[in-house]
């Protein structure tokens, strides 16, 4: 089996030490540091620890409670999004929010605060946990929600792991009539056009998000597939859910993204529709996890691993950031084929740290090739960081003190708050490195 | 809906075949030493959907309380339909070897008390002609080896004590599986090294498990390939297994 504890992304690629619980435990360890980790899907060094122990939760997932005539769950922190769905959509529930994958933990989602395709209505992961228990290494328990320990509720989302373990969480789940959901992909030719189109979408669907052709260039420039989508009304009947998956078995030698095959890859999915929409009743699970049908394709990138970079622009500086980013991307001829884009709303989050804002937030991911990734970041952050932007720490493993600082401008409170037995390779990239 | 036992309901193999089962709206009887456990893996398979989950500690050390937990189990679903034996603990060979004591103890846990389970279960189905009895043995039954030869020993008392039970109780119609898993990723393999391609998930066996007692097959070595593994360990002669360390 593969080597469990290691990140996403596999770089930076370091043995770690772990230890699985199975049960929720009633004290943290006493020796040394550790960092509780979920199913390991953040892509930097988020979820790691170098120096310490990381106490993985990825058995620790029983079922605590799921009242069906109102859609609370409550579970223990190791649950994935994908055995919440298996339990509660057939029953008419769903995720309220969702990110591109269903393997990540409840207790990740809510460390990262993640967002998913439907921001814009429903605001980020933190926004839909009612309560969830707060386990330190003094010994304290506390049940927090935003009514109790209110302080305590709101660093620890987004909160990266750092404030203590959650051993259990309590969601608001989402009433949905059905497994299936209506989407609309529209093949669209550029920046502006992404814009005009998100602006458009943004009351009618609950769902939108691009795929960028990250190598297009000069009037192509950020040309891709807008998909906008919405549950659909009952219906019979269902479509069903395919039970084909892929894996990659093994580590390819080299990367299999380069700059050859990507060209290939890019120029066509994005013509893989002829007509300029086409609308489609698909099952859930193609629409919000195309990805998770190839198991470990992270091992595609080969052993040197891969990093995305995820930002978020201010809406007023969206369009010329983003330009730019690509224009960058571009010239390098650098990147993969998995670019996405989606303008965030305004939803608060109860979180005193997250990364979605209001704003348009570029993802992309780039097989790790040493200096030229560097470099390339390092030209990126100027861009983000001249624009009042901000980086995603789940998806990190570059960012500067200095930026991290600034983004986060709640980075010190959640220093103060953080248990001083929990620490992470990134915490201490960003915080102690001065 | 079907009624089922399971002893040993909190062991990492056992949680996962549960889980299954609970999906598919079984009653379930859970036996097992933590009340504590027991209740939380009790909520998660009502949350799951099973028709019915009951529980009962129980030391499967004390003999002489088997047959009232049986009872128990009668009580409480009416009927039985099968029973899966899946506790079990992996003795430190090394103390086995220093301590006779210690040996007896491994081999009640491991054989004896399975045995007891066995015969009453057996009489049981027996009796209604008809039942199920799955038992997790391991690979390690099926030839001794100097570095677990106490476990393997009670797996493999486990394994043919089966083998005549299934014999005898062919004609009644009750079937006998016996379940051989390999290395298996769970808290009672915690010390070791498991990076290796050899080491299966709990889910995985779980699946097999499912997969053998539904087809009511006799013996099934999960993963599969154990039955190539241990076809090559067993034929090697004596006289150059003695020489080896395994």
Redesign the interface.
């Known amino acids: 089996?593969a080597?469990?504890y290691v990140s996403w992304g596999r770089y930076p690629y370091k043995e770690q030490r772990g230890i699985?619980l199975?049960?929720?435990p009633e004290t943290l360890p006493e020796e040394g540091f550790f960092l509780p980790q979920g199913n390991a899907r953040s892509y930097g060094d988020s979820c790691m620890l170098k120096e310490g122990t990381v106490l993985s939760t990825r058995?620790m997932n029983?079922?605590?409670?799921?009242d069906t005539a109102t859609g609370l769950m409550r579970?223990e922190a190791g649950v994935t999004l994908a055995e919440v769905l298996?339990?509660a959509e057939p029953q008419g529930w769903f995720l309220p929010v969702t990110p591109g994958t269903k393997f990540a933990t409840v207790g990740g989602c809510i460390a990262n605060d993640v967002h998913g395709k439907n921001h814009h209505v429903a605001g980020t992961f933190g926004c839909h946990v009612t309560r969830f228990e707060l386990l330190r290494s003094d010994g304290s328990v506390r049940t927090c929600s935003s009514g109790n320990h209110p302080e305590w509720y709101a660093a620890t989302i987004g909160g990266l792991g750092l404030t203590g373990f959650i051993t259990w969480a309590e969601l608001q789940l989402k009433k949905v009539p059905n497994s299936a959901v209506n989407v609309e992909n529209i093949k669209y030719q550029n920046l502006s056009e992404f814009f005009t189109l998100s602006e458009a979408s943004e009351s009618g669907f609950e769902y939108t998000v691009a795929w960028v052709d990250c190598l297009a260039s000069g009037v192509n420039l950020g040309r891709g597939h807008f998909s906008r989508a919405n549950h659909a009304r009952p219906m019979q009947p269902r479509p069903s859910q395919s039970k084909l998956t892929l894996s990659m078995p093994l580590d390819p030698p080299i990367s299999l993204v380069n700059s050859l095959s990507l060209q290939a890859f890019n120029w066509a999915y994005y013509h893989r529709q002829l007509e300029k929409v086409r609308c489609q009743t698909s099952h859930y699970d193609p629409f919000f996890y195309p990805l998770d049908h190839v198991h470990n394709w992270n091992r595609m990138y080969g052993p040197n691993g891969f990093l995305q970079y995820q930002c978020v622009i201010p809406m007023e500086n969206s369009e010329a950031a983003i330009t730019e980013l690509l224009q960058r991307i571009g010239r390098a001829n650098y990147g993969s084929f998995l670019a996405v884009l989606k303008v965030f709303g305004n939803v608060e989050s109860p979180a005193l740290n997250s990364f979605p804002r209001p704003g348009t937030t570029l993802a992309l991911d780039f097989p790790y090739a040493g200096h030229k990734t560097m470099r390339m970041f390092d030209e990126l952050d100027q861009v983000v960081v001249q624009a009042g932007g901000a980086l995603y720490p789940a998806k990190d493993a570059h960012m500067k003190a200095e930026h991290f600082k600034s983004f986060y401008p709640n980075a010190d409170k959640l220093e103060s708050m953080r248990d001083p037995k929990i620490t992470s390779s990134f915490w201490q990239r960003v915080m102690e490195a001065e | 809906m079907k009624n089922w036992i399971v002893i040993g309901a909190t062991s990492a193999i056992a949680e996962s075949v549960c889980r299954l089962w609970a999906v598919r709206g079984y009653n379930l009887f859970l036996v097992g030493r933590s009340q504590d456990k027991l209740d939380m893996v009790a909520k998660d398979y009502q949350v799951r959907g099973a028709a019915g989950v009951h529980t009962q500690t129980l030391d499967v050390k004390d003999h002489g309380q088997h047959q009232s937990c049986w009872d128990a189990a009668m009580k409480a679903m009416g009927t039985v339909d099968g029973i899966l034996i899946a506790h079990g603990t992996l003795p430190d060979q090394k103390q086995c070897e220093a301590s006779y004591d210690s040996a007896f103890d491994e081999i009640n846990v491991n054989a004896l008390s399975v045995i007891s389970l066995c015969t009453l279960a057996a009489n049981e189905f027996e009796k209604q002609n008809s039942g199920h009895i799955a038992v997790i043995s391991s690979v390690a039954g099926d030839r001794g080896r100097q570095s677990n030869y106490v476990y393997g020993a009670a797996k493999g008392m486990v394994s043919i004590f089966l083998q005549g039970l299934r014999n005898r109780l062919f004609k009644s119609g009750v079937y006998v599986t016996t379940i051989k898993p390999g290395f298996v990723d769970t808290p009672m393999t915690a010390e070791f090294d498991k990076s290796g391609p050899l080491w299966a998930s709990p889910d995985q066996v779980a699946a097999g498990i499912i997969r053998a007692i539904d087809k009511k097959r006799s013996v099934v070595y999960l993963p599969w390939f154990w039955l190539g593994v241990m076809l090559i360990i067993r034929s090697i002669p004596e006289i150059v297994f003695k020489r080896l360390s395994l």
């Open positions: 089996m080597k469990p699985d199975h049960w929720r058995f029983r079922f605590i409670e799921f579970c298996s339990v």
